[in-house]
């Protein structure tokens, strides 16, 4: 019998796959906190997880609601603060990535999450940066995770908060960002990555149940899906270990 | 025990030290991050002296700043992110400020508005860093020009330059200094030799202390010189840089404070459904900020039962096993 499973646990199981052992993991809040976690408890239990606010390594016995929740405090190797912590996001002997969230991505994998609309007079705002741009400018790489839609998958952000490749090939580095960059985009329907040289998004895995011509549709730009092959279910194993022991209150893993 | 001499000069009420160091127009540092050690205790008393126009200065914020907003006593904003962690991801009456018109506001990132801070702490002029390159915070500015001649304004939200010690083209941005009339901490503990010490992350608020003209510290508890002075390591600040220390305990309710207490999920889920309606809001202001006379009564309403569930675990920081839905 297929296993069930909600769209937050494969999301998260799909950008914890990406965490190798040694990694240095940035993690935002929501989905990004979970899939931070869950990587650390089933793939790769010498990554050291830290946040923004300045917490490293902590034992993440309960999941944070907030990158500055009492919890990334807590059995870390070291609290500090803000700026030690982007001290650690940019530092050239370290290879971090981070987990981020965006309320619009291009196919360059830029990123929105200041407002929607005019900036000044907005539709709609939303939080901001946060460390967000920063992240953006100094990590090694960057696994974003958007709800797959129309209007949030756009030709033309509405702001750009957070560089990824800029305008495509070299853009990034000649605007005087010397390493990083969108690594993948990480959806409720698939995984998105970025082409070697002209730096667009294509589709590279669909989840079990989702169609390729869906991920098509949510999509507001052209998007190359011929490398495009199914991802692997969710084991049992990991389902078992995010449920149990990363939130077992269920907080994240919900929706 | 109990000998207060040394900082007798400090010790205050919450509603002196607010009345005698916060004015209509001043620029506020807040101290805190999102959900964690907001200096809620003095955001209400600045609700309640009806204190208007103020110029809020921070990183990332949450319930202070919005409780602030949502009063009406925020005239403008520098700001790298408005939200409350799950309980808001954006915060409530910040958005419905910002998209109503009803605020000034620019937007930075967090290590811009650190950077800018611990430039103010350094007493120079503006600092470098290549965050934001090639984003719209370099793009667009928020401040009219009319705002940028005003006090404590600067005259441009950033500038671009080029590294002026190689040749090759290597582009940096410039953040203005931030020096604010009034940095708001809320810490754990503060000794009777006026130190302070933050437990957990200290976020910016070193920085944001060293950077103002003056510092209010409300603090869990007031401890022995000869405690406070047996860990030096352990501590943020020196006491010539503290103004007015006022003592209270669950100065940060509804948010959190690091082997204390954790942040309220029931407080904050209420804050969440009555921030969304204007009506409601008022109601909500009226109850938990008009309708108490100062912090006692707040906490009593809180009650004890509550109190107790967010009563943090000593040795792990947090209140384990608490009902965060």
Same mark, same amino acid.
Request: with cysteine; hydrophobic share 40%.
């Given at each position: 019998m297929a296993l069930e499973y909600s769209d937050n646990e494969m999301m998260a199981i799909s950008a914890g796959r990406f965490i190798?052992?040694?990694?240095?993991?940035?993690?935002?809040?929501?989905?990004?906190?979970?899939?931070?976690?869950?990587?650390?408890?089933?793939?790769?239990?010498?990554?050291?997880?830290?946040?923004?606010?300045?917490?490293?390594?902590?034992?993440l016995d309960e999941i944070p609601m907030a990158v500055s929740?009492?919890?990334?405090?807590?059995?870390?190797?070291?609290?500090?603060?803000?700026?030690?912590?982007?001290?650690?996001?940019?530092?050239?002997?370290?290879?971090?990535?981070?987990?981020?969230?965006?309320?619009?991505?291009?196919?360059?994998?830029?990123?929105?999450?200041?407002?929607?609309?005019?900036?000044?007079?907005?539709?709609?705002?939303?939080?901001?940066?946060?460390?967000?741009?920063?992240?953006?400018?100094?990590?090694?790489?960057?696994?974003?995770?958007?709800?797959?839609?129309?209007?949030?998958?756009?030709?033309?952000?509405?702001?750009?908060?957070?560089?990824?490749?800029?305008?495509?090939?070299?853009?990034?580095?000649?605007l005087g960002l010397a390493r990083g960059g969108a690594l993948a985009v990480v959806t409720n329907l698939g995984v998105m990555r970025f082409d070697d040289t002209t730096k667009e998004m294509y589709l590279d895995e669909y989840y079990?149940? *989702?169609?390729?011509?869906?991920?098509?549709?949510?999509?507001?730009?052209?998007?190359?899906?011929?490398?495009?092959?199914q991802a692997a279910a969710p084991t049992e194993l990991e389902l078992m270990i995010l449920r149990n022991e990363v939130d077992p209150q269920r907080l994240i893993c919900k929706a | 025990m109990g000998n207060n001499m040394e900082i007798a000069d400090k010790l205050m009420n919450l509603d002196d030290a607010v009345r005698r160091f916060i004015k209509n127009g001043s620029q506020i540092a807040l101290g805190g991050f999102t959900i964690v050690r907001n200096p809620m205790a003095v955001a209400y008393e600045i609700i309640r002296q009806g204190i208007k126009d103020l110029h809020i200065v921070c990183h990332s914020h949450g319930q202070a700043l919005d409780v602030l907003i949502g009063a009406g006593c925020v005239k403008r904003l520098e700001i790298a992110y408005g939200g409350n962690g799950r309980y808001a991801p954006t915060c409530i009456r910040f958005k419905k400020a910002i998209q109503q018109g009803g605020i000034e506001f620019e937007d930075y990132s967090n290590y811009q508005m650190s950077l800018r801070f611990l430039a103010g702490a350094l007493n120079i002029p503006f600092i470098p860093t290549k965050s934001g390159l090639g984003?719209?915070?370099?793009?667009?500015?928020?401040?009219?020009?009319?705002?940028?001649?005003?006090?404590? *304004?600067?005259?441009?939200k950033l500038a671009v330059m080029q590294n002026p010690f190689i040749e090759d083209k290597d582009e940096v941005v410039l953040l203005p200094a931030l020096t604010p009339d009034v940095a708001l901490i809320h810490v754990q503990y503060i000794g009777e030799d006026g130190t302070v010490r933050i437990k957990g992350l200290t976020f910016a608020d070193i920085e944001q202390a060293k950077s103002a003209d003056i *510092?209010?510290?409300?603090?869990?508890?007031?401890?022995?010189?000869?405690?406070?002075?047996?860990?030096?390591?352990?501590?943020?600040?020196?006491?010539?840089?503290?103004?007015?220390?006022?003592?209270?305990?669950?100065?940060?309710?509804?948010?959190?404070?690091?082997g204390f207490y954790d942040y309220d999920p029931k407080h904050l889920n209420m804050y969440k459904v009555l921030a969304e309606d204007d009506n409601k809001f008022k109601e909500y202001l009226d109850e938990w900020v008009y309708g108490v006379k100062n912090h006692e009564e707040y906490l009593n309403k809180i009650g004890s039962n509550m109190l107790l569930k967010i009563k943090a675990n000593p040795v792990l920081g947090y209140a384990v096993g608490l009902d965060r839905r």
């Open positions: 190798k052992d040694g990694d240095i993991v940035f993690a935002g809040t929501g989905v990004s906190m979970l899939a931070a976690t869950a990587a650390k408890r089933i793939y790769a239990p010498r990554a050291v997880i830290f946040f923004e606010t300045g917490g490293i390594d902590p034992s929740d009492l919890r990334v405090m807590s059995g870390t190797c070291l609290n500090s603060g803000l700026i030690e912590a982007f001290s650690i996001v940019g530092h050239r002997k370290l290879h971090t990535i981070a987990f981020l969230g965006a309320a619009q991505i291009d196919k360059y994998g830029n990123l929105n999450t200041t407002s929607i609309g005019d900036y000044h007079r907005p539709k709609t705002r939303f939080s901001g940066s946060g460390g967000a741009c920063d992240v953006a400018s100094f990590a090694s790489g960057v696994i974003t995770f958007m709800l797959h839609e129309k209007r949030r998958f756009v030709e033309k952000l509405d702001y750009l908060t957070s560089v990824g490749w800029y305008k495509g090939g070299d853009t990034r580095q000649k079990p149940g *989702v169609t390729i011509d869906k991920i098509i549709e949510n999509t507001g730009f052209n998007i190359d899906v011929s490398k495009a092959r | 984003s719209d915070l370099l793009n667009l500015e928020g401040f009219s020009k009319e705002i940028r001649k005003e006090r404590k *304004v600067a005259r441009k *510092v209010i510290v409300t603090c869990e508890e007031i401890v022995p010189r000869s405690f406070i002075r047996l860990d030096p390591d352990q501590n943020s600040l020196p006491p010539f840089f503290v103004d007015a220390i006022i003592k209270l305990p669950y100065g940060a309710h509804p948010t959190g404070c690091f």
